[in-house]
């Protein structure tokens, strides 16, 4: 209940222009978030993490404008809040035009979180804050002027501003990114930020004007919310927030890690807002309960699949995302308050966004060793459900359970029964068997639970989520013998271990995510022998023969580490320098207990230089190197600015007259080759590619696989004898723009890939 004095309409500041602000404000708070993820990317190695320590610092940056706006509160007229507000916003200009800030000093390899929540709040920390103030502030005075007096209630405004939040993300990825360079993109925001000094200032303006007395004077006779109230008010809006960076997590870990894939779960999350927010809203609570439910059960049972097929795991995980932030969202506006308290609403709603974000981002790679974080938020969320029962279709809920258990029993049975009949070679349209038959018994686990939402009680729904993600890790999961793993800030190593017949014994695996980054095998025969990626017949290992033979020392560089299996090739005269920015992978691959090669296999010297390769081979002395190998492509997790003309230049610096740089472009969800060759030769190279795919039967002492590689030189005669090889072709540079440090195409490199895959695309 809220008192209010009338007020006269002829004095009222113009409701468009209400919107216009809040919409301005919104728009420039999100589109600042890519933009300087993205100017900070290339310097902590393309890492997913970068992602969701911006996301945390950019939700404690809204909570301290939330904190801001309802301190400005106790300014007792508007006209001071708005002269309070513009000061504000001009004093946090200092920090413009928006760049990376300096005085943090170098990325830090030892401590990035620390150095990237540094720099972000050197950068944009005080704008941002106070821009994000804005929607709350404003709604505070609808409230107080035109809101409240006309029956309307302001929350309405909190959609505009997240649809302006909107549009600017998906602008971005569409507009902004691939026509304007990160120079005009900083300046551009810069230059919105001025503009929108002037649109608050304006309103500021028109609020102003009404008089003292014509002032709504907002009472709420209402009891204030309990600290149970603010409570709930925070979990529910924790728990999207944390489902927002864990399903990042997961998109930019399985193909790259780029502004275009972080704004789709960011979109969808203010999405959630804009739909939970209207007075009518598009969804119904209703009809999501049963949506996210069924969502939220297939996801579970999709969750140990972390190889399978990309499209349909993006749009699984992204659907019990959106619905389950849905529903948390609109529980909250269920609970909102009286229009007397928006702010400490708004606080609180923000509160929960950085206990979400935080948890993600700074506790749980602590205490995780793997991405526990976001399976066990996702089975926490079901609690976040009404409690109850509210289904009364009995006859649905006797025909799922009844299909829930056949599943159930059916599912070991199919496994059992494909497992001695399968074969991953034969082929069914552009999927195997293998593949068929996971996607079938992901059918059969998510239809066991699919019941369980038609019982309504969060409980027993909680429970049989956990059941089933259990479920499927046991009996169907893509399994492998995982002996030990760790996690640091730049992902998850996995240590396994698996028998290959053609090595006579077991192979130690590492793994970064669900790449498989090197492999040693056990018998003492073939332990200094390069696997996978690395033998000698693959187009790597092609190069280090023919260049060995050419050469009684070489000098060699490779930016990525991973089990270290080139250090097999290093003879007595030769010198090797690995160039790795995750100091976990440095201490793994050196230890004697997980792998040899930089230990035992290495005749020769091998060091190490710690940070992301764009800065440390920059460093190294021009014209030092005969094989420069640039490894940091394979993983799905794709550090983009690696690959840019600049990159490139800057390594052909580092080349002698006749040495060769090769770029190992192995990905199983990206085509990196065609823009590979243009860069080579925007670059000022000479290149050569090879598409290599080993025979249906590893040779004896061998465990080989496919690999994609482009050599690159300085000029045409360091090519030479690769040229004379059949296996290698000349590089055709116009198949795809070159990458630069202002434009890269990730999703046109994604889109390459499906087409590869999927002959009736366009």
């Given at each position: 209940m809220t008192t209010v004095a009338a007020v006269a309409p002829a004095r009222q500041a113009p409701p468009a222009l209400f919107v216009l602000t809040v919409f301005t404000s919104a728009a420039l708070v999100f589109m600042v978030q890519p933009m300087v993820a993205k100017l900070v990317l290339p310097l902590l190695g393309g890492s997913p993490s970068v992602w969701n320590t911006s996301m945390a610092f950019f939700q404690i940056a809204l909570l301290a404008g939330y904190f801001y706006a309802h301190l400005l509160q106790r300014i007792p007229s508007v006209r001071g809040q708005a002269i309070a507000h513009v000061s504000a916003l001009i004093v946090a200009a200092i920090a413009l035009p928006l760049r990376v800030n300096g005085l943090a000093g170098p990325p830090s390899s030892e401590h990035p979180n620390l150095w990237l929540l540094a720099v972000l709040a050197l950068s944009i920390g005080a704008p941002f804050a106070v821009l994000s103030a804005t929607a709350p502030l404003v709604q505070a005075w609808h409230a107080r002027t035109i809101g409240v007096a006309e029956g309307k209630e302001p929350y309405a405004l909190y959609a505009a501003s997240n649809f302006g939040s909107l549009i600017a993300l998906l602008a971005y990825p569409v507009l902004v990114e691939p026509l304007s360079s990160l120079a005009g993109q900083r300046y551009g925001w810069s230059a919105g930020y001025a503009l929108f000094v002037l649109v608050i200032a304006t309103l500021g303006v028109a609020v102003s004007r009404v008089r003292a007395?014509?002032?709504?004077?907002?009472?709420?006779?209402?009891?204030?919310?309990?600290?149970?109230?603010?409570?709930?008010?925070?979990?529910?809006?924790?728990?999207?927030?944390?489902?927002?960076?864990?399903?990042?997590?997961?998109?930019?870990?399985?193909?790259?890690?780029?502004?275009?894939?972080?704004?789709?779960?960011?979109?969808?999350?203010?999405?959630?807002?804009?739909?939970?927010?209207?007075?009518?809203?598009?969804?119904?609570?209703?009809?999501?309960?049963?949506?996210?439910?069924?969502?939220?059960?297939?996801?579970?049972?999709?969750?140990?699949?972390?190889?399978?097929?990309?499209?349909?795991?993006?749009?699984?995980?992204?659907?019990?995302?959106?619905?389950?932030?849905?529903?948390c969202h609109q529980r909250l506006v269920a609970r909102r308050p009286d229009p007397a308290h928006l702010t400490e609403f708004y606080l609180c709603l923000s509160l929960g966004g950085v206990v979400g974000g935080a948890f993600n981002a700074f506790l749980a790679p602590v205490i995780f060793n793997d991405v526990w974080e976001y399976p066990i938020v996702l089975a926490l969320a079901c609690l976040a459900r009404p409690w109850g029962d509210l289904n009364r279709v009995q006859t649905w809920t006797w025909a799922m359970l009844i299909l829930g258990v056949i599943a159930a029993v059916a599912t070991p049975i199919a496994v059992t029964f494909a497992g001695s009949r399968m074969t991953t070679e034969s082929v069914v349209g552009s999927f195997d068997q293998a593949e068929l038959f996971d996607m079938a018994v992901k059918g059969l686990l998510g239809l066991a639970v699919i019941a369980a939402f038609m019982v309504r009680r969060q409980a027993l729904f909680f429970l049989a989520i956990i059941a089933v993600m259990s479920y499927a890790a046991e009996t169907a999961a893509d399994r492998t013998d995982t002996r030990q793993s760790w996690r640091s800030f730049f992902g998850v190593l996995k240590l396994s271990q698996t028998y290959v017949p053609s090595l006579d014994g077991r192979v130690k695996m590492l793994a970064h995510g669900t790449t498989l980054h090197g492999a040693q095998a056990q018998n003492p025969e073939y332990a200094c022998q390069p696997m996978v990626y690395y033998t000698p017949s693959t187009p790597i290992g092609q190069v280090f023969v023919a260049r060995q033979k050419e050469k009684p020392g070489l000098r060699i560089g490779t930016v990525g580490l991973g089990t270290g299996s080139v250090a097999g090739y290093v003879r007595e005269t030769d010198h090797l320098t690995f160039f790795e920015i995750d100091p976990l992978v440095v201490r793994v691959a050196t230890d004697a207990a997980h792998f040899t090669y930089t230990t035992l296999c290495a005749k020769s010297l091998v060091d190490y230089v710690i940070g992301d390769a764009r800065l440390t081979v920059a460093e190294q002395p021009d014209a030092s190197f005969d094989i420069l190998l640039i490894d940091a492509f394979s993983s799905d997790a794709v550090p983009a600015h690696l690959l840019t003309v600049e990159a490139v230049r800057g390594y052909l610096?580092?080349?002698?007259?006749?040495?060769?740089?090769?770029?190992?472009?192995?990905?199983?969800?990206?085509?990196?080759?065609?823009?590979?060759?243009?860069?080579?030769?925007?670059?000022?190279?000479?290149?050569?590619?090879?598409?290599?795919?080993?025979?249906?039967?590893?040779?004896?002492?061998?465990?080989?696989?496919?690999?994609?590689?482009?050599?690159v030189a300085r000029n045409r005669e360091a090519l030479a004898a690769f040229a004379a090889d059949g296996r290698w072709r000349d590089a055709d540079p116009f198949k795809a723009r070159p990458w630069t440090d202002d434009y890269t195409n990730l999703a046109g490199s994604l889109y390459a890939n499906l087409k590869g895959r999927w002959t009736w695309l366009p």
């Open positions: 007395a014509e002032v709504v004077k907002v009472r709420a006779t209402t009891t204030p919310p309990t600290w149970r109230q603010r409570a709930i008010w925070v979990l529910l809006a924790a728990i999207p927030s944390s489902l927002m960076l864990g399903v990042s997590t997961y998109i930019t870990t399985d193909v790259a890690s780029a502004p275009f894939l972080w704004v789709l779960p960011l979109a969808l999350y203010l999405t959630t807002f804009i739909i939970a927010f209207q007075d009518r809203p598009l969804i119904p609570l209703g009809v999501t309960l049963v949506l996210q439910a069924a969502a939220v059960a297939i996801c579970a049972a999709f969750l140990p699949f972390r190889a399978s097929f990309f499209g349909v795991q993006l749009f699984v995980h992204l659907a019990a995302f959106f619905l389950t932030a849905l529903m610096r580092k080349l002698k007259p006749d040495g060769v740089l090769i770029l190992h472009l192995s990905n199983r969800n990206l085509d990196l080759m065609n823009p590979a060759q243009a860069v080579a030769r925007a670059a000022g190279g000479y290149a050569m590619a090879q598409n290599y795919r080993p025979g249906e039967v590893d040779p004896k002492g061998t465990w080989e696989s496919s690999e994609d590689a482009v050599i």
